[in-house]
Each structure stands twice: as C-alpha cells, then as structure tokens.
C-alpha cells in the first residue's frame, strides 16, 4: 500500500520529440537513468523558456516549492547520466501528469 499523499497531476504542455541520448565513445553497455516527464517539462520551462519559478509552477498546476522539488531531481538525473556517460531516457506522461487539454497555455510558456 503506498505511503503519504498521493501525487497531483502536472500538466505537460509539450512532450519531447526525443526520447533518449546516448553518449558516444563508450564502449560496453553504459546502463541509463530516467528523466520523468514532468522532470523534463519542469527544466523545459524554467531552464530553456526562462519562466520563474512560480510562472512554471501555475503553467504545469503545482505550487513554486513542489516545482523547486521536481527540478532539483530532474537536475540530479541529468548530470548523474553525463557524468557517469549513461543514456538519458525521457518517459512518456503516465499517471501522475496530463497533457494540456489546448494549447492557449503553452503561448504563456
């Protein structure tokens, strides 16, 4: 039975084209970690379209400090993968996030 709240649901407005990088030069099999899809939504927003903090947060339907939470983690697994030379799979919405039911918001992002 799972513990604590259950998660919210955090709007994806736009889901990767591409869903895996892998490094070059590696020889063997070189294992992978996994960005979530709000993981890759959160940096999406605030990192590459430069929102705040608190814009992200209302554009994905979470507050500032759960954002803060998804970023720090999303942060960690991406240089956890180029660090160690893994590939980085991006997972597809599941459960606990939805996509944008229209685009209006994602003029906003």
């Known amino acids: 039975m799972p513990r604590g709240r259950p998660k ?5 407005h736009k889901e ?7 490094p070059r030069g590696r020889i063997g099999r070189p294992g992978y970690v996994t960005l979530e899809a709000d993981e890759y939504e959160a940096l ?5 379209k430069g929102l705040s903090q608190k814009e992200a947060a209302v554009s994905m339907g979470v ?3 759960t954002l803060s939470r998804i970023l720090k983690r999303a942060r960690k697994t991406l240089i956890e993968g ?3 030379g893994r590939i980085i799979n991006i997972s ?3 459960k606990p996030a939805k996509r944008s039911p229209d685009k209006s918001h994602e003029a906003h992002a």
Request: without cysteine.
């Open 8 to 12: 919210k649901h955090r709007i994806i």
């Open 16 to 22: 990767p084209e591409i869903r895996q990088f892998s």
């Open 44 to 48: 999406r927003l605030a990192d590459y």
């Open 63 to 65: 507050s500032q400090q």
């Open 82 to 84: 180029v660090d160690s």
């Open 92 to 94: 597809k919405a599941g």
